[in-house]
């Protein structure tokens, strides 16, 4: 079956950071410092519209560290839908109502892709076509890629550093205009004190998304824990870690279209 019909609300545990760490100075952060919330406060204002950027090293990352994100995504994107189209007759869990046959439509998102390492393996997450949707980005023509695709919000690999763009100014300053929030993923979160911009999406043991991330992982060899930790950081936050800003786009000339 679909991920369409098999997410549900329930599969989901939405919780963001209410406090000061505990004085053992264990950086990772544990639940009783987390407040449960709800999809709406992981991302606010969401709208199926949305075109969503991945960016990691390989899929193995994306399905180990963003995982829980994908599928709460994808979940929220078919339950748009589902909310306008109402339920197929005949089937217990409803999907859309579109000729009978369920959801014939992906989120709009996009993996960008700074190595070439596992490729296929986003394939068994069932949320979006791979062989459109999963694309190999130089690291240096990320920017590019994500104004190029016109995304808006980011999810970014936290240990990935981005080397200098490819591109006009005008990608810059497309990018600050343009986006709404970044958030950041990965194992070096571990090791990052939480603070007010850390959330969790936790997959709920024995649900149907827990099951189809655990399915993945075993079918990859995978043996290190998943991480459902998100940190959310504004624009201007993310563009000064990577060193990406007028300086290092001043030899450029601005395209027609970007003065």
Same mark, same amino acid.
């Given at each position: 079956?679909?991920?369409?019909?098999?997410?549900?609300?329930?599969?989901?545990?939405?919780?963001?950071?209410?406090?000061?760490?505990?004085?053992?100075?264990?950086?990772?952060?544990?639940?009783?410092?987390?407040?449960?919330?709800?999809?709406?406060?992981?991302?606010?204002?969401?709208?199926?519209?949305?075109?969503?950027?991945?960016?990691?090293?390989?899929?193995?990352?994306?399905?180990?560290?963003?995982?829980?994100?994908?599928?709460?995504?994808?979940?929220?994107?078919?339950?748009?839908?589902?909310?306008?189209?109402?339920?197929?007759?005949?089937?217990?869990?409803?999907s859309a109502a579109l000729n009978g046959y369920g959801f014939l439509d992906?989120?709009?998102?996009? *993996? @960008?892709?700074?190595?070439?390492?596992? =490729?296929?393996? #986003?394939?068994?997450?069932? /949320?979006?076509? !791979?062989?459109?949707?999963?694309?190999?980005?130089?690291?240096?023509?990320?920017?590019?890629?994500?104004?190029?695709?016109?995304?808006?919000?980011?999810?970014?690999?936290?240990?990935?550093?981005?080397?200098?763009?490819?591109?006009?100014?005008?990608?810059?300053?497309?990018?600050?205009?343009?986006?709404?929030?970044?958030?950041?993923?990965?194992?070096?979160?571990?090791?990052?004190?939480?603070?007010?911009?850390?959330?969790?999406?936790?997959?709920?043991?024995?649900?149907?998304?827990?099951?189809?991330?655990?399915? *993945? @992982?075993?079918?990859?060899?995978?043996? =290190?824990?998943? #991480?459902?930790?998100?940190? /959310?950081?504004? !624009?201007?936050?993310?563009?000064?870690?990577?060193?990406?800003?007028p300086s290092e786009m001043r030899g450029y000339r601005q395209p027609s279209?970007?003065?």
């Amino acid at each position: 079956m679909h991920t369409s019909s098999l997410c549900a609300d329930g599969d989901f545990e939405f919780s963001i950071y209410r406090g000061r760490m505990a004085k053992s100075g264990v950086n990772e952060p544990g639940q009783s410092n987390f407040a449960v919330t709800d999809f709406r406060a992981f991302w606010p204002d969401y709208s199926r519209a949305e075109r969503v950027g991945i960016v990691a090293p390989s899929t193995n990352v994306c399905v180990l560290y963003a995982g829980s994100a994908l599928l709460a995504l994808a979940h929220a994107f078919y339950s748009d839908i589902r909310s306008e189209r109402g339920p197929v007759r005949g089937i217990d869990r409803p999907s859309a109502a579109l000729n009978g046959y369920g959801f014939l439509d992906w989120p709009p998102h996009i *993996v @960008l892709l700074t190595d070439a390492t596992g =490729s296929d393996n #986003l394939r068994d997450l069932d /949320v979006f076509p !791979t062989e459109t949707k999963v694309i190999q980005c130089q690291p240096a023509a990320i920017m590019k890629a994500i104004v190029e695709h016109q995304i808006n919000r980011l999810l970014f690999h936290r240990s990935d550093t981005l080397p200098s763009q490819d591109g006009p100014y005008a990608y810059y300053q497309v990018f600050r205009t343009r986006f709404r929030t970044v958030y950041e993923f990965g194992d070096a979160l571990r090791n990052i004190a939480a603070d007010h911009g850390t959330m969790q999406v936790k997959l709920r043991p024995g649900s149907q998304s827990e099951a189809i991330r655990s399915g *993945v @992982l075993s079918s990859l060899k995978e043996t =290190s824990p998943p #991480l459902d930790i998100y940190r /959310v950081i504004q !624009t201007d936050e993310f563009l000064a870690q990577q060193n990406i800003g007028p300086s290092e786009m001043r030899g450029y000339r601005q395209p027609s279209w970007g003065r």
